[in-house]
C-alpha cells in the first residue's frame, strides 16, 4: 500500500548546532535504510519551508507508523498521512 506522507520539522531553534547535525545526520542514515527496505520510494523538500513530501509503501497503516516513529527526528515531526488508492487509468481500465 502506498502512502503519501508530509512532515514538518519543528525541531526548537534553541536545539544547539551539534545536536541538530547529529540528528540530521541520523535522520539520513535511517532514511537510506527505509530506501534500502523499500519503505521510502521518494522524497522532495518542500522550497521555503524546512518540510518534506514522501512517498512510502507499507503492509498497512501500522509497519507505516513503525517506520515513520523510527526516525530520529519523528518526536519534532509534525506528520500527515494520506494513503493512497491506484487510479483506474493507471490500471489500464476506465
Known amino acids: 500500500m502506498e502512502f503519501l506522507v ?4 519543528r525541531l526548537p531553534p534553541t536545539t544547539p548546532p551539534e545536536e541538530r547535525e547529529r540528528l540530521r545526520a541520523a535522520e539520513r542514515e535511517r532514511a537510506m535504510e527505509l530506501r534500502a527496505q523499500g519503505v521510502l520510494k521518494r522524497l522532495w523538500r518542500v522550497p521555503g519551508r524546512n518540510a518534506t513530501i514522501g512517498l512510502y509503501e507499507a503492509d498497512d497503516a501500522t509497519q507505516l507508523h513503525d517506520a515513520l ?4 527526528m519523528a518526536p519534532w515531526l509534525d506528520i500527515t498521512v494520506e ?11 476506465s
Not at 516513529?69 to 530520529?72: G, I, K, V, W, Y
Not at 494513503?83 to 481500465?93: I, K, M, V, Y
Open 69 to 72: 516513529m523510527s526516525l530520529p
Open 6 to 9: 508530509r512532515s514538518e520539522n
Open 83 to 93: 494513503p493512497l488508492a491506484t487510479h483506474p487509468q493507471e490500471r489500464g481500465t
